[in-house]
């Protein structure tokens, strides 16, 4: 079955380190989404990419960066400068938004991070 | 900037009733595309209903139906004939042609017994 697949599902940071969320897809689309959801809130966007090799930064990019070296892959990588990092991850994908805006993003499971 | 409101942080409903959740936004374009998403429990995200604002015509999908008011920038999400497994997060999205889609912040959606 096509989807998106994030692990692990339960990830836990120690301070001063970098941890790197997974995110693969096979459903072969182009644009791909990190989000951000902290506790009875909405989904923030972290970072996006609508080609392999090309990613632009959201509304709260700081403390993270990503990679697009495959289209089916776009891991998430929380670096030791996001000083408020536990929240729950989300990725997500879509056919390229330009072409078709009316396509809905499709949501991986999800990962939730704590810090030790 | 695009922005979604959802005003209605919590709502309830007692289970066979009708419940509606509102959503506003904000836009210059004319062209773009509103969709609903539900989050149970489980932290899934899952799509329940789409709309695209050429179209005059409400959309529907089954128990879910939304009202879609392209004057008044509103795009109302009914939920017919509730079902306890309607419980979920409600979030309110936009997108306009070659944008990243916006989230509201969501309504919390209890389907009481």
């Known amino acids: 079955d096509g989807g998106i697949t994030q692990s692990p599902k339960y990830l836990f940071r120690k301070e001063g380190q970098n941890v790197t969320l997974s995110c693969e897809q096979n459903l072969n689309h182009d644009a791909m989404y990190w989000y951000r959801q902290d506790p009875g809130q909405g989904l923030r966007l972290i970072y996006y990419s609508q080609i392999v090799n090309d990613f632009q930064k959201g509304d709260i990019a700081e403390g993270y960066s990503v990679s697009r070296e495959k289209k089916e892959s776009f891991p998430l990588t929380v670096t030791s400068a996001q000083k408020n990092p536990t929240a729950f991850y989300l990725c997500a994908s879509s056919i390229w938004a330009y072409l078709s805006s009316n396509q809905p993003q499709h949501f991986g499971d999800g990962t939730r991070l704590s810090i030790l | 900037a695009q922005t979604v409101t959802q005003s209605q942080p919590e709502m309830s409903v007692q289970e066979a009733e009708t419940v509606t959740l509102s959503c506003t936004y904000d836009?210059?374009?004319?062209?773009?595309?509103l969709f609903w998403y539900k989050q149970p429990p489980s932290r899934q995200m899952i799509l329940v209903i789409r709309q695209e604002a050429y179209k005059q015509q409400n959309a529907t999908e089954n128990r879910f139906s939304v009202n879609f008011q392209k004057a008044a920038k509103s795009f109302s999400l009914k939920i017919s004939d509730s079902q306890l497994g309607d419980t979920a997060m409600y979030f309110c999205a936009f997108r306009t042609s070659g944008s990243r889609l916006t989230f509201g912040e969501g309504t919390q959606l209890t389907v009481n017994p």
């Open positions: 836009t210059s374009e004319n062209n773009y595309y």
